[in-house]
């Protein structure tokens, strides 16, 4: 689907007229209706961590505190229960570390093992900051719009063929209940709709199962367990 094939159909729904185009219109119930889908589309973003979001960022330490370019442009947010890796140094970094830990540590120029990392003024930092290192971590993209349908990503519609990167039916589905508010009509049964076909879009794009990496053996087996027959 697109951008104006979203809006064709939560019209038909509505029994609104179907556009020709979406961008280009001067129709305020068209307007209305792209600007009420952002909004759909931004608390989408905000509720859950896409995998079709989530970006490996690999990158090389400057040596500058904090780093100059990190995290990029399109970043929104770490993804929940990652951590930042030295890849070089084969450990993950302690953090985020509040503001007087980590004055002390810079303060008194210590040099922790692992490293510290926080937030600083949007970006990342973390201490001690080696030149030429590979560090590695996870976040979530704010580009939730493929351009044209393609592999060029933006974070607001631009085109009738923009395509939604998450599921687009539940953007006509929140977009529907958001009209109906908007009109002062009542809402609850769409609204209820929407709530049930994101909790199966969420948990069908969630892992199934968290797994330690502190295990005390492969997959919890205990020392003693033998997997062998005793044949008598």
């Keep these: ?5 979203i809006i064709q159909n939560v019209c038909a ?3 609104l007229d179907q556009p020709a185009a979406v961008m280009s219109s001067a129709d305020p119930q068209i307007r209305q209706l792209l600007i009420l889908s952002t909004r759909a589309a931004r608390d ?3 509720d859950h961590d896409w995998s079709v979001l989530t970006t490996t960022r690999d990158f090389t330490a400057t040596g500058v505190i904090p780093e100059p370019a990190e995290p990029p442009s399109d970043f929104k947010r770490f993804v929940a229960n990652s951590m930042i890796w030295n890849v070089s140094r084969l450990w993950s970094l302690n953090g985020p570390l509040e503001p007087g830990a980590w004055d002390r540590l810079t303060i008194l120029n210590s040099n922790p093992v692992p490293q510290v ?3 600083l003024g949007g970006k990342l930092a ?4 080696d030149t030429g290192e590979t560090l590695r971590y996870e976040y979530v993209s704010s580009n ?3 351009v044209g349908g393609g592999t060029t990503y933006a974070d607001n519609w631009a085109n009738d063929t923009d395509t939604a990167r998450f599921p687009e039916d539940l953007l006509e589905l929140s977009l529907i209940w958001r009209w109906k508010r908007a009109k002062g009509l009542d809402y609850g049964e769409e609204l209820e709709n929407y709530e049930r076909a994101k909790e199966a879009a969420v ?3 969630r892992a199934a199962q968290p797994m330690s990496m502190s295990m005390p053996y492969r997959g919890e087996v205990p020392e003693n367990y033998w997997p062998g027959t005793i044949t008598v």
């Design 44 to 46: 989408l973003l905000k």
């Design 203 to 205: 948990g069908a794009d």
């Design 144 to 146: 939730w719009i493929a």
């Design 13 to 15: 729904e509505i029994d």
């Design 126 to 129: 973390f201490f001690p900051n």
């Design 1 to 5: 689907m697109s951008l104006l094939s």
């Design 117 to 119: 990392w926080r937030m």
